[in-house]
Each structure stands twice: as C-alpha cells, then as structure tokens.
T-cell receptor, first 113, second 114 residues
Framework: GDSVTQMEGPVTLSEEAFLTINCTYT??????LFWYVQYPGEGLQLLLK?????DKGSNKGFEATYRKETTSFHLEKGSVQVSDSAVYFC????????????FGAGTRLFVKA | NAGVTQTPKFQVLKTGQSMTLQCAQD?????MYWYRQDPGMGLRLIYY???????DKGEVPNGYNVSRLNKREFSLRLESAAPSQTSVYFC?????????????FGQGTRLTVV
C-alpha cells in the first residue's frame, strides 16, 4: 500500500546550519506530496506542497522538490533558526481518487542558539 | 477565522469511563478526520467522513465510534476507555481544491487514561 518513510530524529542543529530531512514514498502514479510542521502544543499546519513531478514547493525558507525518479521529497533549509524547532511530517495523498492523507512518522528538529 | 476547533484540550479518564471528543470546522469542508498521535508512530487515522452522512473506518478504529452530526461537526466517542487509548487526538478537515487537498488540523486533545 501507499506509505511514507522519513528519517528518524531527533535532529539537532546549531542556528544557521543547513537542514535536510529525508522523505521517500511508495505510491502508484503521481501522488500529491506535502510537508507539515507541528510546533509544541499545537496541531499540524501545512508548510509546503507539490503536486507533480519536478515541482518545487517552498515556504518560509524551506524547500522540497518532487523527484519521481527517486520517489523522494526531501525538505531543506539553508539556515535554520531556533524558531524552526518543531516536528516535521512528510505526507502524501494518492492520485487514485483518494483524499485521505498518509503521514510519515515525523522528525523532531531541535535548533540550538 | 477559527478553522478547526476541538474540545476539550485536555482530559483524564479512568479505565472504563466514556467520553466524546468534539470537533467543528467553519470552512465548509466536505471531509473530516480523526487521527491519534503516538510517539514514534506519526499520525494514524481512526475514522473519517468523506462527506456529510458517511463515515468509514481508518487504520485503527477499534474502541472508537464516530458521528458526523452535520457538515460542520464530527465527534469521536470512546465507549469504555483503556490505557492504550492514552494519546493526542487530532481532528482535521479538507476539501478537494485545485492542486491537491490540504488538510487543516485542530489544536489537539491530550487524553490520559489511568
């Protein structure tokens, strides 16, 4: 079945470091791909998305590119801030007529000042 | 804009007690969902409602029931709470829009069953 695998955390970085959180997926066809972020004590909110191959989603300095050939959607940011500390979820919606979101396990990011 | 509102935010139950978690959305979305979040397991779908008047089981439905009261409201009921149901519960809603279907989440309900 459809699934999402993302790198285990926690990831600990110093402020201004480069961030990569790996995400790969299993799905037929061309699913829509998403990154959600969860700040402490809050629900999930959409960070960025891409709906077709080679699309790049971007928001708040974060980017991810839909790579069909490697079935990946890695999240990157050039310079992280303490305020980026959160849990990040990679997710997909299959394109087979479905609408339910399938989530990865989440990756916790700690950014130290 | 309220978005998705869940109540209560926190709850402690004794084993065997029942309770209902409430969820309402004001975005006129057709689809609503209940997830639970446990450490290291991400979000798992409990039940969902594709549209008003329909409900279906998700990945982990045992021990839960749901009611889609109207287009706005979707409640989750624990009939006889068990310690294994200690978790953070999230309600979400979505609708089909051009370019993909984004889900909107409530703030969560932290439930402890003792």
């Amino acid at each position: 079945g459809d699934s999402v695998t993302q790198m285990e955390g926690p990831v600990t970085l110093s402020e201004e470091a480069f961030l990569t959180i790996n995400c790969t997926y299993t799905a037929t066809g061309y699913p829509s791909l998403f990154w959600y972020v969860q700040y402490p004590g809050e629900g999930l909110q959409l960070l960025l998305k891409a709906t077709k191959a080679d699309d790049k989603g971007s928001n708040k300095g974060f980017e991810a590119t839909y790579r069909k050939e490697t079935t990946s959607f890695h999240l990157e940011k050039g310079s992280v801030q303490v305020s980026d500390s959160a849990v990040y979820f990679c997710a997909l919606i299959p394109n087979t007529g479905g609408f339910k979101t399938i989530f990865g396990a989440g990756t916790r990011l700690f950014v130290k000042a | 804009n309220a978005g998705v509102t869940q109540t209560p935010k926190f709850q402690v139950l004794k084993t065997g007690q029942s309770m209902t978690l409430q969820c309402a959305q004001d975005m006129n979305h057709n689809s609503m969902y209940w997830y639970r979040q446990d450490p290291g397991m991400g979000l798992r779908l409990i039940y969902y409602s594709a549209s008003e008047g329909t409900t279906d089981k998700g990945e982990v439905p045992n021990g839960y029931n749901v009611s889609r009261l109207n287009k706005r409201e979707f409640s989750l009921r624990l009939e006889s709470a068990a310690p294994s149901q200690t978790s953070v519960y999230f309600c979400a809603s979505s609708d089909v829009i051009q370019g993909g279907t984004e889900a909107f989440f409530g703030q969560g309900t932290r439930l402890t069953v003792v």
